[in-house]
C-alpha cells in the first residue's frame, strides 16, 4: 500500500475533452505534488502545493488547472489537451518544511493519460 | 544549468552485483535520492544521502562523494525482482528536487 491513491489509472479522451485526475493521500504530509513522466525523460514538476497553498508553478500551460481542496486531496483538471501530452502524471506527497523537500516523497501508482 | 545524468539502461546477471552511477550539477545541494521504479508503478523510495560515505540497508547500499558531484547505488545478490529503472534525484540549495532520467536494470537469469 503506497498510502497515495490516484484515480483513474488510465485515461484516453480527446483534444476537446474534460477531465479531472484526482490524488489522495493518507500519510499525514502537508505537501503534495504533481509530475508528468515521459519516457526516457526526467520527472517534470508540474505543482506543489505546500499547506493547502500552491508554491511552484513550473511554467505549466493553462490547459492543466491544478486544484488542492485540503491537504489530503489534490486534482488536476484537464481541458483542450494537446497530444504531447500523452504521458503518465504522478502525484507525490511529503512532510516539508516551509516549501523545502527534506523528506522522500511517496507516489501514487500514476493516470497513464493518452489523448487522441 | 542543473542537471543530473545516469545511464539510459544497464544489464546484470541474477545473483551478481550491480553499480547504478549518477553525478549531478546543481545550484548548491543538500542531499540526494534514489527511487526504484517497477514499470507500470509508483516510484518508491530506496535511500537518501547527505554526507560523503556509504549508506547500506541489506542488499542495497548508496555511496555519495559532494567533492565529486557523484553518487551510485549498490546492488547485491541481484534478484529477478530487481529488474527496474532507478531514479536518482538531488536537492538544490533551495531544497527542490532535480531528477534524473532513470536508469533501466535489466537482470538476466
Known amino acids: 500500500e503506497t498510502g497515495v491513491t490516484q484515480t483513474p489509472r488510465h485515461l484516453v479522451m480527446g483534444m476537446t475533452n474534460k477531465k479531472s485526475l484526482k490524488c489522495e493521500q493518507h500519510?499525514?504530509?502537508?505537501?503534495m505534488y504533481w509530475y508528468k513522466q515521459s519516457a526516457k525523460k526526467p520527472l517534470e514538476l508540474m505543482f506543489v502545493y505546500n499547506f493547502k497553498e500552491q508554491t511552484e508553478n513550473n511554467s505549466v500551460p493553462s490547459r492543466f488547472s491544478p486544484e488542492c481542496p485540503n491537504s489530503s486531496h489534490l486534482f488536476l483538471h484537464l481541458h483542450t489537451l494537446q497530444p504531447e501530452d500523452s504521458a503518465l502524471y504522478l502525484c507525490?506527497?511529503?512532510?516539508?518544511?516551509?516549501?523545502?523537500?527534506?523528506?522522500?516523497?511517496?507516489f501514487g501508482d500514476g493516470t497513464r493519460l493518452s489523448i487522441l | 544549468g542543473q542537471n543530473i545524468d545516469q545511464p539510459t539502461e544497464m544489464t546484470a546477471t541474477e545473483g551478481a552485483i550491480v553499480q547504478i552511477n549518477c553525478t549531478y550539477q546543481?545550484?548548491?545541494?543538500?542531499?540526494l535520492f534514489w527511487y526504484q521504479q517497477h514499470a507500470g508503478e509508483a516510484p518508491t523510495f530506496l535511500s537518501y544521502n547527505v554526507l560523503d560515505g556509504l549508506e547500506e540497508k541489506g542488499r542495497f547500499s548508496s555511496f555519495l562523494s559532494r567533492s565529486k558531484g557523484y553518487s551510485y547505488l549498490l546492488l547485491k545478490e541481484l534478484q529477478m525482482k530487481d529488474s527496474a529503472s532507478y531514479l536518482c534525484?538531488?536537492?538544490?540549495?533551495?531544497?527542490?528536487?532535480?531528477w534524473g532520467a532513470g536508469t533501466k536494470l535489466i537482470i538476466k537469469p
Open positions: 500519510l499525514g504530509h502537508n505537501a
Open positions: 546543481t545550484s548548491g545541494f543538500n542531499g
Open positions: 534525484a538531488a536537492t538544490d540549495s533551495n531544497y527542490q528536487l532535480i
Open positions: 507525490a506527497s511529503s512532510q516539508d518544511l516551509e516549501g523545502a523537500v527534506v523528506g522522500p516523497q511517496h
